[in-house]
T-cell receptor, first 110, second 114 residues
Framework: QKEVEQNSGPLSVPEGAIASLNCTYSDRGSQSFFWYRQYSGKSPELIMFIYSNGDKEDGRFTAQLNKASQYVSLLIRDSQPSDSATYLCAVTRGSYIPTFGRGTSLIVHP | DTGVSQNPRHKITKRGQNVTFRCDPISEHNRLYWYRQTLGQGPEFLTYFQNEAQLEKSRLLSDRFSAERPKGSFSTLEIQRTEQGDSAMYLC????????????FGPGTRLTVL
C-alpha cells in the first residue's frame, strides 16, 4: 500500500462547478498535509497546507482534514479552465520531508 | 531574486556518462531539497541540506548519486555512470527556517539517458 493515495483521474468538471479532490494516507503519525498544483511540464507550486482537523479556506480553495479517517481533500469552488492541472497531495511527519501522492488530473471544461 | 533556479533545464546523455545539475535556492532559504519525478508520479524525495550539512538521504539514492552544498548556497547533484532508469525530472526546492513546510520548487532539470 502506497503511503499517500490519490485517484489519478482525470476528474472532469464544468466551468463554475465545485471540484473535489481526495487523498488518503497510511501513516497515522502524519502531522502536516499539503496540496500542490502542477501544470503540465511545470514544477509543483504550493496551494495550501493544513495541520488540524476541520476546514481551512483560502479564496476559492478549501482544504479539509479528517485525521481519524486519514483523509484530506481539496475543494475548488467556481472552477475555471485555468485550474486544469494535476493536484498533488503530500504529507509530512516531523522532519518536513513530504511524501507525495501520484496526483489527480483535473480538467475544467468551458 | 525571483525564485529557485536550476541548470541545465534539459540534459541528454548516453548511458554510462556522468552528469551534474545545479540548483540555486531562494537567497534567504537555508533548506534545500532534491526530488526526482517520473511521468505520472509525484516527486520522490532524494536528499536535503540545512545550510551546508546534508541531513537526510533517501534509500532511493544509490551510490551513483552524490549531492553537495559546499557553502550553504547553491547545490549540485551528480549522477555517475548514468542508466536509462535515471531518466526523469530532477527537481530542487528550498524553504526558510521560519517556514520549513513551505517549499518552493525550481523549474527542474529533465534528464534523458539514451
Amino acid at each position: 500500500q502506497k503511503e499517500v493515495e490519490q485517484n489519478s483521474g482525470p476528474l472532469s468538471v464544468p466551468e463554475g462547478a465545485i471540484a473535489s479532490l481526495n487523498c488518503t494516507y497510511s501513516d497515522r503519525g502524519s502531522q502536516s498535509f499539503f496540496w500542490y498544483r502542477q501544470y503540465s511540464g511545470k514544477s509543483p507550486e504550493l496551494i495550501m497546507f493544513i495541520y488540524s482537523n476541520g476546514d481551512k479556506e483560502d479564496g476559492r480553495f478549501t482544504a479539509q482534514l479528517n485525521k481519524a479517517s486519514q483523509y484530506v481533500s481539496l475543494l475548488i469552488r467556481d472552477s475555471q479552465p485555468s485550474d486544469s492541472a494535476t493536484y498533488l497531495c503530500a504529507v509530512t511527519r516531523g522532519s518536513y520531508i513530504p511524501t507525495f501522492g501520484r496526483g489527480t488530473s483535473l480538467i475544467v471544461h468551458p | 531574486d525571483t525564485g529557485v533556479s536550476q541548470n541545465p533545464r534539459h540534459k541528454i546523455t548516453k548511458r554510462g556518462q556522468n552528469v551534474t545539475f545545479r540548483c540555486d535556492p531562494i537567497s534567504e532559504h537555508n533548506r534545500l531539497y532534491w526530488y526526482r519525478q517520473t511521468l505520472g508520479q509525484g516527486p520522490e524525495f532524494l536528499t536535503y541540506f540545512q545550510n551546508e550539512a546534508q541531513l537526510e538521504k533517501s534509500r532511493l539514492l544509490s551510490d551513483r548519486f552524490s549531492a553537495e552544498r559546499p557553502k550553504g548556497s547553491f547545490s549540485t547533484l551528480e549522477i555517475q555512470r548514468t542508466e536509462q532508469g535515471d531518466s526523469a525530472m530532477y527537481l530542487c526546492a528550498s524553504s526558510s527556517s521560519s517556514s520549513y513546510n513551505e517549499q518552493f520548487f525550481g523549474p527542474g532539470t529533465r534528464l534523458t539517458v539514451l
